[in-house]
């Protein structure tokens, strides 16, 4: 399945595929909300919490850019000999 189809399916069925089918990638907690990040298929699923309530405010599906990466920042990633 790829990102267009994903986003085809009904609200519903995109939480159940999320559910069934994501891996966890990382979290990342803020002042007042945590992030936790899928890998599904070939993209990503950050799904927002309200921290208080423990209830899911909201999710964003994407590929790469600014979104994931927030959860890049703590990774030691050395550069390549040749580079």
Known sequence: MDL????????EKQWE??????????T???IDCSYVLYALYKF???VELNLETDRIIGK????????????????????KPWE
């Open 4 to 11: 267009i189809d994903y986003l085809a399916l009904s609200e």
């Open 17 to 26: 595929r999320l559910w069934d089918k994501g891996e966890h990638v990382d």
């Open 28 to 30: 990342f907690k803020s």
């Open 44 to 46: 990503y699923v950050e």
């Open 60 to 79: 964003s599906v994407f590929v790469y850019g600014h979104k994931l990466e927030k959860y890049t920042l703590d990774l030691d990633i050395k550069p």
